[in-house]
């Protein structure tokens, strides 16, 4: 059975971009395939989300990005995490750890 898909909460896609590239470069589609892959389909990014996220992001230093061919032999750009992004992904999988504990913790007090 395949999950429900869900909206991603404020701050996660970021988290989730740089995750996706944390084994290698991807291009646009590799990593939304990704973020659904890893996340097994509670979380579908629309290039409408995903393409401006990843400019902001490139522009912060977290990722770099250069031209290649994709598995179609089409021009397609390909992203990869920088050591400011690999930085940025330590501090953002401990910031999420933090709120998913403490949230976890939320639902179990009575």
């Known amino acids: 059975?395949?999950?429900e898909s869900t909206e991603l909460?404020?701050?996660t896609l970021d988290l989730l971009i740089l995750k996706s590239?944390?084994?290698g470069s991807l291009h646009g589609l590799g990593i939304s395939r990704r973020i659904e892959q890893i996340t097994h389909g509670t979380f579908?990014?629309?290039p409408g989300s995903l393409?401006?996220?990843l400019h902001r992001?490139?522009?912060q230093g977290w990722l770099?990005?250069?031209w290649g061919a994709s598995e179609a032999n089409r021009r397609a750009k390909y992203y990869r995490l920088t050591r400011a992004g690999q930085r940025q992904l330590g501090a953002e999988t401990e910031r999420w750890s933090?709120?998913?504990g403490a949230i976890g913790r939320a639902l179990e007090a009575t």
Request: aromatic share 4%; proline share 8%.
């Open 44 to 46: 579908v990014v629309k």
């Open 57 to 59: 992001m490139e522009e």
């Open 1 to 3: 059975m395949k999950p």
């Open 9 to 11: 909460l404020q701050g």
């Open 21 to 23: 590239l944390a084994l």
């Open 98 to 100: 933090r709120i998913a």
């Open 64 to 66: 770099q990005a250069e």
């Open 51 to 53: 393409f401006p996220a």
